[in-house]
């Protein structure tokens, strides 16, 4: 039982912050710096707990965040109640693996349901896809800036998204917003000049003043080699007996920069950027030829500006090819933004890459709008790749609720001691439109009983999380109608039933620490 109430505190923590008219938590981590969110996921990788349940449900919402992106708060409010409501239960004597299996069944049946409760949508169908991850950012600070978060949200990944080849015929989507989709946080500015640019930037300038700032429709080259002359592995000593050889030595060093230069010039590139570094020598060589050089890319940077550009990153200067040139981009140029200087390649025809420029007051604003922005595309990814919604608001659960109070009903005979398990996991289910009830103020028993009785007739009722009144998911107006992406409900559904049924599970904890150490 210690158990029990140790995961209930843990969701305690996060209840106010789930649904539009959510608190924030500001937490101080053991740096002494200060983060301000709501995103359950950020909130308890901070919290420092030494209680084993405990530290398990805080895995949960991290387990949640990789898998789907969204919907960490829902899973560890759900579980929290999942366990609460075997408490009773524990007390009247039925045994935990008893519990364990009624809270299985009680799974494959909401699986069921929720496929039945799926709608499929359009990816092209701008409208439905906004109100997508409206759902997701209305919970979230950045909500006051509604539109923009979910455009720059749906453009990025929209456009990172792309057809892979797995055989000859059938393909897959692949959308890696954690690769491709780059965030540049530059403080200053405002929030609304947020934009997803059409190609990428990043944060470097030329490598020599007289170098061109900006280049329009240019021939772009990428290296992942250094432009100076090679050292030796180890320590290397020459002795020299004669003056003239010493001069041969420097003349041939300078002979191979000038060669390395040489053949970079050959194929008449307008950029060159490199991930490793590039010496005086070879950036006057470069300058000369009126070449525009840039060091220590990183190596993701670099990728991305291939993805963008389509170039070929090329590892050894003699075997460069014509195909290697990215010539994609429209407009290359070196800009100050705040006091630093970024270099945009923009205007690039069909990139599969993108970087999003945020600007905004303080770093902390920033950070709470790039966590919102992760958590929005990674909404959109779910859809693309599995194009179906369920009703939000609270609806799914409700319907699931009354579904799985039905079949506990109805199979009373087969299912035996396995329906008051059964029925738990229904009234378990009723906490997210109740939080979403308490959280928006509204009269919590008075709307649970009358959403209750919308579900007898439609499962697509549920909370408008704002005001706290009922709303019909599929008839209400666009703007106010809340879905949730099916990939995300499915998996937070799964994920809080075994987590509770691992933690129901668990009957003594034995500490591994002797005496002497605590």
Partial sequence: LSNINCAAAVSDIVTSTLGPRAMLKMLLDPMGGVVIT???NSILREVDVSHPAAKQMIELSRAQDE???DGTTSVIVLTGELLRVAAPLLEQKIHPTLIVRGYAKALDAAMLECERLAKTVDLEDKQTMA??????????????????VVDLALEATLRVARDVHITETSTKKEVDVKRYAKVEKVPGGDLSECQVLKGVTFNKDVTHPRMRRRVENPRILLLDCPLEYKKGESNAAVEIEKEEDWNALLRIEEEYVENLCAQIVAARPDVVITEKGVSDLAQHYLMKANVTAFRRLRKTDNNRVARATGATIVSRPDEIQESDVGTKCGLFEVRKLGD???????????????????RGGSKDVLNEVERNLQD???????????????????????????KLTDVARAEAQDLGVL???????????????????HNCGAKIVRVLTQLKAKHQLSNTWGLDGTTGE??????????DAVWDPFAVKVQMIKTAIEAASLILRIDDVVSGLSKSKK
Avoid at 131 to 148: A, P
Avoid at 340 to 355: G, I, N, Q, S
Avoid at 419 to 437: D, S
Avoid at 470 to 478: Q, T
């Fill in 38 to 40: 709501n995103d359950a």
């Fill in 67 to 69: 898998e789907v992106g």
């Fill in 131 to 148: 109100n997508l991850v409206n759902s997701c950012v209305g919970t979230k600070f950045s909500s006051r800036w509604g539109d923009l």
């Fill in 340 to 358: 630093e200087y970024f270099a945009f390649l923009e205007e690039c025809e069909d990139p599969k890459a993108c970087t999003i420029l945020l």
């Fill in 376 to 402: 929005a595309m990674q909404v959109v990814k779910n859809v693309v790749l599995e194009p179906k919604l369920l009703p939000g608001g609270g609806a799914t659960e409700m319907a699931l609720s009354t």
């Fill in 419 to 437: 329906q008051f398990p059964f029925l738990a996991v229904a009234k378990a289910f009723e906490v997210i439109p109740r939080t979403l009830a």
């Fill in 470 to 479: 009922l709303l019909d998911m599929a008839s209400a107006s666009h703007h």
